[in-house]
């Protein structure tokens, strides 16, 4: 996940050119930029598959967070700062790759909904997942 300044095109925050910290125990953050690696350990390479669904605080006219899930599974949110700084923060462990965006439902001031599907009508069905009749 990158957050970059629009004006110079560089990582937000991260103007000394530093590495990207890889997430390795559900949880990090980083200047600029934060590399979701193989937390699941399945030797499968992980990525983030889909289009962040972005949100504030309620009330607020900036964004402030993003949530996203990855290839192994794992729904992430991504808080990130002015300043560039974004901290990653594992939310669930589906153990299905999640290849779509969530949504996001607002109620009232403080209530948040998430709402995301794991797999895709596009990959073969497993035959492991069925059930013998």
Known sequence: MYLLDVDTGLLLGDEAGTTCPTV????GSGPGCVVI???AANGRKNALQA???AAGESG???VTKA??????????R?????TGVISANLMADTTQPIYASS???FVGATDVYMFFAT???LLASSTAARVAP
Request: charged share 20%; hydrophobic share 35%.
């Open 67 to 76: 949530y996203l899930g990855d290839i192994d599974g794992k729904y992430w």
């Open 37 to 39: 690696g193989d937390v």
């Open 103 to 105: 949504a996001l439902l």
């Open 78 to 82: 991504f808080n990130f700062t002015p």
């Open 60 to 62: 607020a006219v900036a």
């Open 24 to 27: 390795s125990s559900g949880s």
């Open 51 to 53: 289009d962040p669904t």
């Open 119 to 121: 797999g895709s009508d």
